[in-house]
């Protein structure tokens, strides 16, 4: 592979990460919401037992390739500036969103496989579904560290265009915002609701598809002075 081809294997990473995403979220079905009786919560770990699992195992796919962008994304804006703190803060951003990804996504495969094991406790299954939804809301503040270092990165270098840094500057401000939706137990703001549990993800998913495009063209703009970022 030739020098800073990296960047290439990077993108396809991020592109293949929101694949993996989307098929996870596919194969777990319909999901209930918090705000769901407590008898349509406790039915959907048998139903869906099976798709539970897969749909865990191809969110962890995802959650791996995700970090794999980030080290490609921190690359990029190290090699762009070697003295700045923006791109240790871009992959520590993708290290911490990702271990948090993998602690919930390990919980709900955990909880999924226990609820079905022991009966019994399907009783109480919408105790720790909820729970594990706040978490995930909260965990939006985690989301926008690596959006807010890439956006400081990006105005610093100059390695992806300037709409991008503003761009994530809003996935930024958004994902922090939903974090507290966490007090909020009905309606569209509701942790799982139409734009708390759409909204965020979705421009994430957006972001990296367009920051994986670029990586993956390897023909990122270059302030002056700076060393090649690309190896060609």
């Not at 602690?103 to 406790?121: D, P, Q, S």
């Not at 990586?215 to 060393?227: K, Q, T, Y």
């Amino acid at each position: 592979m030739k020098e800073g081809h990296e960047f290439r294997w990077g993108g396809l990473a991020g592109i293949t990460a929101l694949v993996f995403m989307i098929a996870g979220r596919l194969t777990m079905g319909n999901v209930p919401r918090v705000t769901d009786p407590a008898a349509v919560i406790a039915g959907y770990f048998p139903q869906y037992r099976v798709q539970i699992l897969i749909g865990a195992l191809l969110y962890a796919i995802a959650i791996a390739l995700l970090l794999w962008f980030g080290a490609a994304l921190a690359t990029a804006f190290r090699r762009a500036d070697e003295t700045g703190d923006a791109p240790a803060l871009v992959l520590a951003g993708y290290v911490l969103m990702c271990v948090l990804g993998f602690i919930g996504v390990a919980l709900f495969a955990g909880i999924a496989y226990a609820l079905t094991m022991y009966r019994g406790l399907l009783e109480v299954a919408a105790g720790p579904y909820t729970a594990l939804t706040a978490m995930g809301t909260v965990a939006g503040i985690a989301v926008a560290v690596p959006f807010g270092a890439s956006a400081a990165a990006i105005l610093r270098t100059r390695v992806f265009p300037v709409w991008m840094a503003w761009f994530a500057v809003v996935v930024a401000a958004v994902n922090v915002l939903s974090a507290f939706a966490v007090g909020v137990t009905g309606g569209a703001l509701a942790p799982d609701g139409p734009i708390v549990g759409y909204v965020p993800g979705a421009l994430v998913g957006l972001w990296v598809l367009v920051a994986s495009g670029l990586l993956i063209r390897e023909h990122l703009p270059l302030p002056a002075g700076a060393r090649p970022v690309m190896g060609h």
